[in-house]
Each structure stands twice: as C-alpha cells, then as structure tokens.
C-alpha cells in the first residue's frame, strides 16, 4: 500500500474540478457509477472508504467505463 506521504494531492485550481466516483463489483464484472463530487470531496470519501475496507476509484467525470476490460483493476493494484 502507498504511504499518503506519497500521493500528490491536487493543486489548489483543480480541486473544485468534477469526478465520478466508481465500485469495481467482481461479481458483475463492472464498473458502477456511484456519484458525481468535487476532486476534494471524492479524495475524502475514498479515504474513508479505505478505513470500513471499501475501496472507491475516482475518475474523470467524462471517462467511459465500459472501455475497460476486467483486467484493469488488478493491473491498477499491482503497480502500487
């Protein structure tokens, strides 16, 4: 797991920026949709998601994501 000390955390101009917050589910094998929030907002709720061992991904409020193939969250959790 990556240390917090090591994430950047976004400059001031890009925390009022639009996110998705997305929940992999391995048993649909999909990617859902759960809110649209501020970068800030989203950053908060994945860490306290982390602390009840429910971990949320943040994307670009434009992203598709069908395009992504299952694979994809294993490849995001081993390169930490």
């Not at 950053?43 to 193939?69: C, Q, R, T």
């Amino acid at each position: 797991m990556a240390s917090p000390l090591e994430i950047p955390l976004p400059q001031y101009e890009y925390t009022t920026i639009r996110v998705v917050v997305y929940f992999y589910s391995s048993r649909l094998c999909l990617w859902i949709p759960i809110m649209f929030l501020s970068l800030v907002e989203a950053i908060s709720l994945h860490h306290k998601g982390l602390l009840h061992g429910v971990e949320f991904f943040i994307f670009p409020a434009d992203l598709n994501s069908w395009v992504f193939s299952s694979d994809t969250i294993n490849e995001a959790k081993s390169s930490r």
